[in-house]
DNA sequence: CTGAAAGCGCTAACAC
DNA sequence: GTGTTAGCGCTTTCAG
């Protein structure tokens, strides 16, 4: 491996010299400067990076945690988030450490990587309620940044849909059909997007008078396995609902599956939506009417968001940045088009 | 931060005599040893892990480098070789370092990461029949561990799917439900999970003396929409398939929906069959005969290899470990059942 | 314009 | 048992 020193050796100069031409200071001769950044690629010189983070006490190295499985965040979604964070990540120079933690106590994680100088921030994903990750960074002033909101303190930097105008839209669509019963699959309430998003149905319905019958509401899904049971509950009642809002295409596709089970014919005698616009949405039977967001810039705008707080992170009065997205309806046939 | 030196005063010690009280060492007196590891306890000590890998000169974090899009990796699928990575990583103390990278030249990120010193080994997705990084690491004598074999030199850690005896599975249902006009549709040939499938394929079939006509293999597809694009061609020849063999789960589907957009009925007159068996597998319409592959076993297995590998770095005559799994075909209604 | 010296926090020979 | 010393490779005062 070839150091700042063999380098310094070959030009007959010394270490902070040779130090100083790589990093473009000002006070070192042109001359000096050509001598080195020859050499330099000459001898494929590249710094070691354990030695500059050493030395400037920071990594470089943006942080996402995640849950041995991961409930909650789709697959595909998930997939595109993360590659929108990695290129955003290395297009600033940052590196990228993800960490699977299967422990309950997924904050001792945040706390060792946080105490073990291992990174300069974190990315927050699946955002809860209350959630003990926020309101321990919060108070610590740790960097970080947020795909999603929570129920108290939302002072960091984020970035959020607006899941309450994207229900919205759900509900002006199967009102406009008029779906007077509608059926809701939905991740448990903990998880703060669930929430809002019921909360935004609720509302958008009620515009147009329809309250939602509380057993019509099945909560605790988040994967295809559950939408295929809770939708099967829901069409085996006495008095079944005519439409089924899945809160992720994953439910969304379990549900008609169960539809399909149960000899229905999805986009005809029953409307189904989903949630997130995976690829797979559109190449599905029936192809699925649903939300679209543009999850892998979200992923990038996230990133944005926490290097710049890292950036500032020793400015007394930064301006907390926040991102609200509005969603977008896409028709297809699982509705009825 | 609380570092040694803190450590050392507040016990009255030297940095060294606390370093290797915490370390273990056996001179220590048991007073002093108790004393740190008290005041460790206490003053909330942890290593500055930068300082300790510069020191050790070896980063305890294993590296992976995807390409901008999965291409030819579907998302599902991929999210749990990931989580797999992961969790075994972090068993063992390993950061998990994920890079993206979108340009062309992807040795180059390779080469950066190795000489930065930034991880200790990597994991080796998607291997390509002449793959110019294992050839690389191979000369290099960097540490890495595979997830598939090359055309070349098969000479380093890896775990592979037995992709022939699996297609073989393939061929048997298909040549057992009597079709013989059988459409593939798989990913480019130079991936060589690719190739092997299709030559598993052809010799599996081969056995019934069933041969693949050439104006049936379509190449070039990896995900729903190459699939239903792909499928469209299939079906709309004059002689068309009976059977169509997707190379990965995504593909089937695609082909599933291009099917049924030209009034067939899969299952009844037409038979599609997947590879992965992703969790969506089972909950489309209709489900899916795939291949099933362990894969989060599998992304813990290659992890664990890659570990050993580097903890033998030194030794010359370390053995490789090869590990070549028999997938299982999972029969459900889009052959036929 | 250049170099000597100090130090980031840790570990490991080598004395005592 | 414990401390002194040196050094991992780099950056950055501070003199000259």
């Known amino acids: 491996m070839v150091t700042l020193k063999d380098l310094a050796q070959r030009v007959n100069r010394s270490v902070t010299t040779v130090s100083r031409a790589l990093a473009g200071y000002s006070d070192v001769s042109p001359k000096t400067r050509e001598l080195v950044t020859k050499a330099a690629a000459d001898m494929g010189y590249i710094p070691n990076t354990m030695a500059q983070r050493l030395q400037k006490s920071s990594t470089d190295t943006l942080g996402i945690i995640l849950p041995g499985y991961g409930e909650g965040f789709s697959e595909p979604f998930f997939t595109e988030f993360l590659a929108g964070i990695g290129k955003m990540s290395s297009k600033y120079g940052y590196d990228l450490l993800v960490t699977y933690v299967h422990t309950r106590d ?4 945040y706390k060792k990587m946080i105490v073990s100088r291992r990174v300069d921030g974190f990315i927050i994903v699946r955002t809860l309620c209350v959630d003990e990750r926020v309101k321990y960074l919060c108070e610590t002033g740790f ?15 984020l970035v959020d849909e607006d899941g309450e105008y994207a229900m919205g839209l759900i509900a002006d669509h199967l009102a406009e059909r008029n779906h007077k019963r509608i059926g809701v699959i939905c991740p448990p309430q903990f998880i703060k997007s669930a929430k809002v998003r019921l909360t935004g149905l609720k509302k958008g319905l009620l515009k147009y008078g329809i309250t939602l019958d509380p057993d019509l509401v099945q909560i605790g899904s988040f994967d295809q396995k559950g939408g295929y049971e809770h939708a099967k509950l829901l069409l085996g009642l006495p008095d079944p609902p005519t439409a089924i809002v899945g809160f992720n295409d994953m439910v969304a596709m379990g549900a008609v599956h169960a539809a399909h089970d149960m000899g229905l014919n999805v986009g005809k005698n029953l409307a189904i939506t989903g949630f997130d616009d995976i690829p797979m949405a559109e190449f599905c039977r029936p192809p699925l009417t649903t939300i679209r967001q543009p999850i892998n810039q979200i992923g990038g705008m996230v990133t944005e968001l926490l290097i710049q707080r890292i950036k500032t992170a020793g400015d007394t009065d930064f301006e907390v940045q926040q991102t609200i997205l509005k969603p977008e309806l896409i028709v297809r046939e699982s509705s009825g088009g």
Chains 1, 2 share one sequence.
């Open 106 to 109: 997924e904050l001792a994680t």
């Open 143 to 157: 960097p970080f940044a947020a795909f999603g909101r929570v129920d108290h303190d939302n002072c960091f930097p």
